[in-house]
């Protein structure tokens, strides 16, 4: 299984754009990139998924390069709300979820 | 839909004593996960259930635990006897079985264990 490295820590301030970046130099050709968002004392919630390229939801965009070893989580003019632990999971898309690890995550304080 | 429901939200309890963790998933998911975390250990998967069948519980740590699901709404995470480094946040966490593992996987808020 790929296994995934973030920074441990990212500060920023409101209104900025955030990138965040997880790098996966191994990654599988059947593995998919999923990023999820933890704030405290609540459970983990799904951001985005991707294969290749890019995509783009309501909440966040992610960029994935052709080589696929990295993907950058981006997150557009960020509030004080998003202040959270963010998990970069990298699996295929048909793994045993025992097989889903949560890494450490990114820490992610944002300033007024 | 309420989301995944897990009750208590915090429980202290003496060594020894047995734990029951409850989750209710969103109604119409077919797999339900029980995690742990812990600053040390991050975020655990214990097991899995798929249609209220056990599909791996290879992250269960010990015999103490032991977790069910009787029906489609309903599971639960027992510890017998309960330990101090048992203490952790549990998460119970629901979806579909379409798009693989777990596309897009809800956790509840958490039980928020503390064995003293």
């Known amino acids: 299984l790929a296994k995934t490295t973030q920074p441990i820590s990212m500060d920023s301030y409101e209104g900025q754009e955030v990138n965040i970046t997880c790098s996966h130099n191994?990654?599988?050709?059947?593995?998919?990139i999923t990023w999820y968002q933890q704030f405290p004392s609540q459970g983990p919630r799904f951001i985005i998924q991707g294969y290749k390229t890019k995509v783009t939801n309501e909440v966040a965009s992610l960029f994935i390069p052709a080589d696929r070893k990295s993907s950058t989580l981006s997150l557009p003019r960020v509030s004080l709300s998003d202040t959270a632990v963010y998990y970069c999971l990298v699996a295929p898309e048909y793994s045993s979820a025992s097989k889903i690890i949560f890494g450490s995550g990114t820490r992610l304080s944002i300033r007024p | 839909d309420a989301g995944v429901i897990q009750s208590p939200r915090h429980e202290v309890t003496e060594m020894g004593q047995e734990v029951t963790l409850r989750c209710k998933p969103i109604s119409g998911h077919d797999y339900l996960f029980w995690y742990r975390q812990t600053m040390m250990r991050g975020l655990e998967l214990l097991i899995y259930f798929n249609n209220n069948v056990p599909i791996d519980d290879s992250g269960m740590p010990e015999d103490r635990f032991s977790a069910k699901m009787p029906n489609a709404s309903f599971s639960t995470l027992k510890i017998q006897p309960s330990e101090p480094r048992d203490s952790a946040v549990y998460f119970c966490a629901s979806s579909l079985g379409t798009g693989g593992w777990y596309t897009e996987a809800f956790f509840g808020q958490g039980t928020r264990l503390t064995v003293v």
């Open positions: 191994n990654i599988a050709t059947n593995d998919y």
